[in-house]
């Protein structure tokens, strides 16, 4: 997404027009860097989408003061940002989409890291805020890389509420968009990041409304298996839940249980139905011998919709099921 965000700034803002002469080559470079430092300074640092017309003005003049920009540059310079199409430009100033705010936000951490004090923690603070965590996505995605460092601050943050384990179970985004980081440094932060599922898992299950009223066990179960699956479904992730997915199915706990299946709904779409299969077979030997009663009957209808193509297998889940809750009709109260 962040190779996608980087190659349509750069077309939007002329790097690639052919009409233009040498003399104009880093254009684009100089209105990238002036988006990036409008996000950054007047809007992320400020905590605003958009801003009065009369500020953005200012900031403008102040900008081409520094870089001793004469008038007409300026009057050219403003016509042609108006032409890319990315700024909406009234009595207020905003960016066109919220994801332009976000990226161009990130250019400026990746394209200023050397100038900026701590710039691992900003993107560690910045990953923990509800309303910006798609720029540390994005700079990550800027280097191609997230390093073991900063994924050690992630998983240290203080931050134990539902929405801190929310964001260190979600970690796997930023190993999709720091596609080529090493091979330790994502086995590391998978094994940790999945760890997640369970301990959310609860949090949903806990929560209650003011009335006492809990989420069903398994809507819940629901909810982190959906999340997991937009946060490691990658097939630059692929191998390596694979080896963890053998790990953890020779080496089997309680609390592996949850994380094993978050891998089986990772993975669903990228293993082969073959693999699916015996994947799901084991799972379904697993839960058996180590999941209690309620685990195993809120699991069934998702192993029935992992192997949904597969009629012979659903029928035999769907018999387990209600033999099952038959013989347990104390756990139905738990699902």
Request: proline share 2%; charged share 30%; net charge negative.
């Amino acid at each position: 997404m962040t190779e996608l965000y980087d190659r349509f700034s750069d077309i939007a803002l002329g790097r690639w027009d052919k009409d233009k002469g040498i003399e104009v080559l880093f254009e684009y470079l100089v209105k990238k860097r002036f988006l990036a430092s409008l996000a950054h300074i007047e809007l992320h640092s400020k905590g605003r989408v958009e801003m009065p017309r009369i500020e953005f003005d200012q900031f403008l003049d102040g900008y081409a003061q520094e870089y001793d920009w004469d008038s007409e540059y300026l009057t050219s310079f403003l016509k042609e940002l108006e032409r890319t199409g990315i700024l909406q430009m009234t009595e207020t100033v905003m960016f066109k989409h919220r994801s332009f705010l976000d990226y161009f936000g990130a250019f400026f951490i990746y394209d200023q890291h050397d100038k900026i004090e701590d710039v691992q923690g900003l993107i560690v603070k910045i990953y923990f805020d509800d309303n910006w965590g798609d720029a540390a996505f994005f700079s990550i995605g800027l280097r191609r890389e997230v390093s073991e460092t900063i994924l050690g601050k992630i998983f240290d943050f203080a931050k134990d509420d539902i929405g801190g384990h929310l964001a260190k179970f979600g970690v796997g985004r930023l190993l999709q968009a720091g596609w080529h980081s090493k091979a330790k440094t994502k086995r590391t932060a998978l094994e940790k990041g999945l760890s997640y599922g369970p301990i959310l898992r609860k949090d949903f299950t806990d929560a209650a409304d003011q009335q006492g009223n809990k989420l069903p066990g398994i809507l819940a179960d629901a909810i982190v298996l959906g999340i997991a699956e937009t946060s490691y479904a990658s097939s630059f992730l692929f191998s390596d839940q694979m080896e963890l997915l053998k790990k953890y199915t020779k080496e089997p706990s309680e609390e592996k249980i949850f994380v094993i299946l978050s891998i089986l709904f990772s993975l669903k779409d990228l293993m082969s139905k073959a693999e699916l299969k015996v994947a799901t077979k084991e799972y379904s030997d697993l839960l058996d011998k180590h999941g209690d009663v309620a685990d195993q009957v809120k699991a069934f209808p998702f192993l029935m919709f992992l192997q949904k193509d597969n009629e012979a297998t659903v029928k035999k889940l769907r018999k387990r099921a209600i033999a099952l809750m038959r013989k347990h009709p104390e756990v139905r109260s738990q699902v």
